[in-house]
RNA sequence: GCGGCAGUAGUUCAGUGGCAGAACGCCUGACUGUGGCUCAGGAUGUCGUGGGUUCGAUCCCCACCCGCCGCCCCA
């Protein structure tokens, strides 16, 4: 095995028939995002190094240490290198493309979703890769285009929870925050610091150095024992202006008119420097440690933070992954499962007549059926055992067949085998398996 | 990046310091143009990789690789 080439470290190959699923999920995204008038954006795989460091964030532990870079040096004397990152999430090259291409001065509101791999440099767990796919989508452009009104994270949300829906994910939560403008947190930020100052001493390790370096971070500790500490802290919620208020009430009241199910998480803080406002999770049991489906928030400074136009936004991502799992968890993708199964399985007799199969596999396959074609070396009992596996019916193509223009077909559900006319194959081959003798 | 558990046939997994195993799947035949069920037979493989201990290592020891669980972080 140590000559032989693998997949790297949390990277994988995907195979049939697990794929299928795959496309039904990215389909079910396609279908709901394109109800609501998203259009579909592709942005280069990677992109220049200090967009990422400016967008999501210099001290974050994406760009700190998880980030694909390298130098990518000059080929002519006109380049310059240049360090290139394998992006780490799409947000920030939407909106470098949205600022590139000067999408704000359309004057209306861009409604754009993706559907592509990242790259973070983890370590490797069940629902964690190194490489993996995200879905996500992000609405923004200039304010007079309505991109801070509360009613664009409602609908936002709203097309989230049809979507789990309708792929049939059953049992999700939507853990809702607000984390307030960029200068409501800072204020939270130094009223946190200080309120940390006596009780850090009796919390666990980490929680005494983010106590210091991001204090943020204390309120997603998971040790037991400092959880009562963490509830008699400050609630970012009392440290929001009033601004803020009023637009996450907007949200949430819209949010319960339509009924969709929330939970408030004062804790819910994430770990990309660009959100503001409104942030969300939608987890799922039976994920593991992982249990985030997918996550996302306003953005109102990210345009400007990049050197683009005011342009506040909001959008979410998906790990298409984990999604998978979440699927396969509730069991209800059986279907997806099964192998394809073909109308038919043209099994020519001797090598003669692979010419022959060829010709009509072609014919029926341009009439839209699903066929396998076999091959004239293989004996017809071989055939038959093949067919039976992969498709509904066989078609056999033998001397007599080709001679008489009569087809022999046979029924692997009901076992029954009949002669049919080469002009009447088509329609018999498309009638269901379950319902008629042949 | 830290701590822990694992790696044996295509798959799921037994197993032992002395010839490499089961089930399912696969191939051949019984049956020259008739499958499923049955029966008879067959092939599964560098026992993750490299080193060490030993007369002898798939087994014990070390390192590495990879996966999984927890932490961290996130989708």
Not at 167 to 190: F, H, K, M, P, Q
Not at 211 to 221: E, F, G, S
Request: proline fraction near 5%.
């Amino acid at each position: 095995m140590s000559q032989t080439l693998k997949a790297v470290r949390g990277t994988r190959d995907l195979l049939p028939p697990e794929t299928a699923l795959w496309n039904r999920i990215e389909t079910t995204a396609r279908q709901v995002f394109a109800r609501y008038n998203f259009g579909e954006i592709r942005t280069p795989i990677f992109e220049d190094t200090s967009l990422f460091a400016r967008s999501v964030g210099e001290e974050t532990d994406i760009v700190s240490k998880e980030m694909y870079t390298w130098e990518d040096r000059a080929r002519a004397q006109s380049e310059k290198p240049q360090s290139l990152t394998l992006r780490p999430e799409n947000t920030a090259g939407v909106v470098r493309a949205y600022i590139e291409h000067k999408l704000g001065e359309t004057g209306q509101l861009q409604k754009l979703f993706y559907i592509g791999p990242q790259f973070r440099r983890e370590r490797p767990q069940k629902g964690r890769y190194r490489q993996f796919w995200q879905i996500g989508a992000e609405a923004i452009g200039p304010p007079s285009a309505g991109s801070e009104s509360p009613l664009r994270d409602a609908e936002i949300l709203e097309m989230l929870a049809t979507f789990l829906d309708e792929l049939g994910i059953a049992g999700w939560t939507l853990e809702l925050n607000s984390v307030g403008s960029a200068a409501d947190r800072a204020r939270y930020n130094e009223i946190l610091r200080a309120a940390l100052v006596p009780l850090a001493p009796q919390m666990c390790v980490d929680c005494q150095r983010r106590a210091v370096t991001n204090p943020l971070r204390v309120l997603d500790c998971k040790v037991p024992e400092d959880q009562p500490i963490i509830e008699t802290l400050p609630k970012i919620g009392d440290s929001l202006g009033q601004e803020s208020i009023d637009h996450f009430a907007a949200v949430t009241a819209a949010l319960e008119a339509a009924g969709v199910p929330y939970h408030l998480n004062p804790r819910l803080v994430r770990g990309l420097d660009y959100y503001t406002r409104t942030t969300f999770e939608f987890t799922h049991g039976g994920l593991g440690a992982q249990n985030a489906l997918l996550g996302g928030g306003r953005y109102d400074g990210l345009s400007e933070a990049i050197g683009g136009p005011k342009a506040p936004g909001i959008g979410f991502a998906m790990g298409l992954d984990r999604l998978v799992l979440a699927l396969q968890a509730a069991e209800a993708v059986r279907k997806d499962a099964a192998p394809q199964i073909a109308d038919a399985y043209i099994a020519p007799l001797g090598e003669a007549l692979n010419a022959a199969a060829l010709t009509l596999a072609r014919e029926l396959r341009r009439a839209d059926l699903h066929i396998e074609l076999g091959d004239g070396a293989f004996r017809l009992k071989k055939s038959l055992e093949i067919a039976n596996k992969l498709a509904r019916r066989i078609v056999i193509v033998g001397e007599d067949e080709v001679q008489s223009g009569n087809l022999t077909v046979k029924n692997f559900l009901t076992g029954v085998q009949t002669k049919v006319s080469r002009a009447e194959l088509t329609a018999c081959l498309k009638k269901p398996a379950r319902e008629v003798p042949a």
